[in-house]
């Protein structure tokens, strides 16, 4: 194994929430009175943390979402994980191959950890991270694509940032993990490869990323 840890994001790379939330966070931007496509929704905000969608709102129209809004988009968000979340295909085989082989690894979302374990309870992902191995965008000041959160991940599991992998599915992602001197996989089942073009390397089938690392 060429590097030392697997930082994993979480949306759309372990769970296969980015379809659930996308669809949700459009229609309650839209329900509020600010026009927003699922499409749209992937571009803006995909892998952001949430204070991205106040700002982005706030800059272009002038106005502030509700105070309650995140708590609002939670619950949405959270109902539906329980009735649909999955695993994404293929990710189960390579954190079963990651600990057989006793590579460290890590998770680093831009989420909330609530979102982190919603989403790894109902999905049966838990069972592979355990505390120690959950990071968020929470812990930390700045939300991608400052490289805060990944850099603090690193330091957390005790290796230099040029010894880690980052495996991402959107752009900040991408350019966090580029700003803080990792490595980047860009995972493209959901992110056409040209907006993940600053990546190391781009694969499209989580169940071969095992093999990619060696």
Not at 8 to 27: M, Q, R, Y
Not at 182 to 209: E, I, W
């Amino acid at each position: 194994m060429r590097y030392e840890l697997i930082i994993f994001d979480n949306d759309g790379v372990l769970v296969d929430s980015e379809p659930i939330s996308n669809t949700l966070l459009a229609a309650y931007l839209t329900e509020l009175g600010h026009p927003t496509s699922y499409e749209e929704s992937l571009r803006d905000y995909m892998g952001s943390a949430m204070h991205r969608v106040h700002d982005l709102v706030e800059e272009r129209t002038g106005q502030r979402l509700p105070a309650d809004f995140d708590e609002v988009f939670h619950g949405r968000v959270f109902a539906a994980f329980e009735r649909e979340l999955e695993p994404v295909p293929g990710a189960v085989q390579v954190l079963e191959k990651l600990a057989a082989d006793g590579v460290p690894y890590c998770v680093a979302s831009s989420g909330s950890h609530e979102r982190i374990s919603v989403g790894h309870r109902k999905t049966g992902l838990d069972r592979w991270f355990d505390e120690g191995r959950v990071f968020s965008s929470q812990d930390v000041g700045r939300g991608k694509p400052a490289p805060d959160l990944f850099l603090y991940a690193a330091e957390r599991m005790g290796v230099a940032p040029e010894k880690c992998v980052v495996v991402e599915d959107s752009p900040l992602g991408v350019q966090a993990a580029v700003a803080a001197g990792m490595d980047v996989y860009g995972f493209t089942a959901m992110t056409p490869a040209d907006r993940l073009a600053g990546a190391t390397r781009l694969f499209s089938d989580m169940g071969q990323l095992a093999d990619l690392l060696v």
